[in-house]
Every structure is written in C-alpha cells, then in structure tokens.
C-alpha cells in the first residue's frame, strides 16, 4: 500500500494549477472512499446485490411511515388551539 503522504501529494500533482481547494478536498475524499471499498472487497466485507435492494427497500418503507407520522402530527398541532399557557410559553398575545 501507498504510504497515505506520498498518495496526497500524486492527487495534488494529477489536479490542474486552478483546481480550488474543495476540488482537491472533493478528490482525496474519493480517493478514499475507493480504497475503502477495494479494501471491503479484499476482505470478503461486500454484500449481494439482492440484500442491497432488500436494504433500501427497507430504509425507503421507514421514510414512508416516518412521513406518514410526521404529516399526522403536523396536521394534529395545526388543527388544535393553543391554550394559554401555550400562549405564553410561545410567545402569543392572549386576546
């Protein structure tokens, strides 16, 4: 493996004279996320594409139910009055 100075001064070097910092940045941070990944796959750390779909559909199901909820409680809070104490708390003028 590349020792991790010499790999930052190549990304450096590869870059054009008027690459800005984030560019540079955006770049080392790919980079990375590359080697990380060929390291996963070195190690047997990998997954099939089957259980990644299965995954995402799972995660997607959460942000449903979670915007489903999100939206009740929104509707709930919009549809009730506020009592005085509320008011108060909030900063309401009691009229």
Same mark, same amino acid.
């Given at each position: 493996?590349? =020792? %991790?100075?010499?790999?930052?001064?190549?990304?450096? +070097? %590869?870059?054009?004279?008027?690459?800005?910092?984030?560019?540079?940045?955006?770049?080392?941070?790919?980079?990375? =996320?590359?080697?990380? *990944?060929?390291?996963?796959?070195? $190690? /047997?750390?990998?997954?099939? /594409?089957?259980? =990644?779909?299965?995954?995402?559909?799972?995660?997607? *199901?959460?942000?449903?139910?979670?915007?489903?909820?999100?939206?009740?409680? $929104?509707?709930?809070?919009?549809?009730?009055?506020?009592?005085? /104490?509320?008011?108060?708390?909030? *900063?309401? +003028?009691?009229?």
């Amino acid at each position: 493996m590349v =020792m %991790a100075k010499q790999k930052m001064k190549e990304i450096i +070097e %590869a870059q054009p004279d008027d690459a800005s910092y984030e560019e540079i940045i955006r770049e080392f941070a790919f980079e990375r =996320m590359v080697e990380r *990944g060929l390291d996963d796959v070195r $190690n /047997d750390r990998i997954i099939s /594409d089957e259980e =990644m779909r299965r995954r995402i559909r799972t995660w997607q *199901g959460y942000d449903e139910q979670l915007r489903r909820k999100l939206h009740k409680c $929104n509707f709930r809070f919009q549809k009730r009055q506020l009592n005085s /104490d509320e008011k108060r708390r909030w *900063g309401y +003028e009691e009229q």
